[in-house]
């Protein structure tokens, strides 16, 4: 199994199997981009890679069927050592990091990785989700990251590095990851059997801003027109709030009973309308238009009464929203608030009081 099969990163690939063949890998690693753009793949093909017991580490060409192999891509490994945000958790617990407190630095991921490998070659810890890192966590993984273990890899997997203290940025090799080329993306879908048509691959590629993540939302027949309805409410300086929270609480509550499927979908629609005020940001001050032609309408429509300062800030309240949203927010509370602020920011530029 090939590093082909990490599609649309060449050029990290190309410069990670330099240093690996060099000898010269570094020890922590901050992995940047979008989600849903195979960061995460990449981090458990390089433990692939550096753990396959039938390729040479400095040939870096994991055969990808060897025990090692299959045990990196079960996350059974005992050298490799995934963490991620629990679900129904707003932040990475401290426990994952340094063990619960009757274990208190005699187990989680910082005892792991400093334990002789198993294997005789490397420890590998992936922390997934590094966006929700607090401070109390990201504190745990400082002393890691000033003094790595030897024979250690530590890959923080995040969207910003604008997103991480700085005393992480400062220690760590950041990485950045570009959005997938829509091709890849609908080539993905068809691969990975997330999307059975072709033809539909396509379409949710279009839409998926360089993510797979994305792309499978758009997978789903009753995504088109719930977007449709939305563009309808934010292309006007005035809406009824009752109707709209409830056709958004309709949709969201359609992703199923568990409240992580949930908050995931209530993303999904705020990023929709945060790529509406984008677009409109981008027509206002470069005179860019939108190729989506539903797009394209709404954000005529409504830049004819939408103040200078009205894209920009509806973005800030997005932002405020998925915050909200990753800290587990009433959900009928959370939309109304959220449609409101948004209104207002849209028609007066300004952030409610």
């Not at 760590?172 to 691969?191: K, N």
């Not at 379409?203 to 449709?228: C, I, K, M, N, Y």
């Amino acid at each position: 199994m090939s590093w082909q099969t990490i599609r649309g990163h060449d050029c990290v690939v190309e410069k990670f199997r330099r240093a690996v063949a060099k000898g010269r890998l570094p020890s922590t690693f901050l992995f940047v981009g979008p989600p849903g753009i195979g960061k995460r793949t990449f981090a458990l093909k390089l433990a692939q890679g550096l753990l396959c017991e039938r390729v040479p580490e400095e040939r870096w060409e994991p055969c990808g069927q060897c025990p090692s192999c299959h045990q990196v891509a079960s996350l059974n490994h005992p050298d490799v050592d995934v963490i991620a945000k629990p679900s129904d958790k707003a932040f990475i617990p401290v426990e994952l990091l340094i063990g619960d407190l009757e274990h208190r630095m005699r187990a989680g991921l910082c005892y792991n990785i400093a334990l002789k490998p198993y294997s005789g070659r490397r420890k590998v810890a992936i922390i997934d989700d590094a966006d929700y890192l607090n401070k109390e966590g990201a504190n745990c993984l400082l002393k890691t990251l000033e003094e790595p273990p030897p024979k250690s890899v530590l890959i923080l997997i995040g969207t910003s590095e604008q997103r991480q203290l700085p005393t992480i940025r400062s220690r760590c090799q950041i990485v950045r990851f570009q959005p997938l080329a829509e091709s890849d993306v609908g080539d993905l879908l068809v691969e990975k059997g997330l999307c059975t048509d072709t033809a539909a691959a396509r379409v949710a590629a279009a839409h998926s801003d360089g993510s797979l993540e994305r792309a499978v939302w758009w997978t789903d027949s009753g995504v088109p027109e719930f977007r449709s309805e939305l563009l309808g409410l934010v292309r006007q300086p005035d809406f009824e709030l009752q109707p709209a929270a409830k056709m958004i609480s309709q949709f969201v509550d359609e992703a199923g009973k568990e409240s992580a499927l949930k908050r995931e979908r209530l993303r999904f629609v705020v990023s929709l309308a945060e790529e509406f005020y984008r677009a409109a940001l981008l027509k206002m001050e470069r005179d860019e238009t939108p190729s989506d032609a539903d797009l394209k309408t709404a954000v005529d429509a409504a830049l004819r009464w939408m103040p200078a300062d009205g894209p920009i800030t509806c973005l800030d309240v997005c932002l405020e929203a998925y915050a909200h949203i990753d800290a587990n927010v009433n959900q009928a509370t959370f939309i109304e608030w959220w449609l409101d602020e948004a209104a207002h920011a849209a028609r007066t530029g300004l952030a409610a009081a």
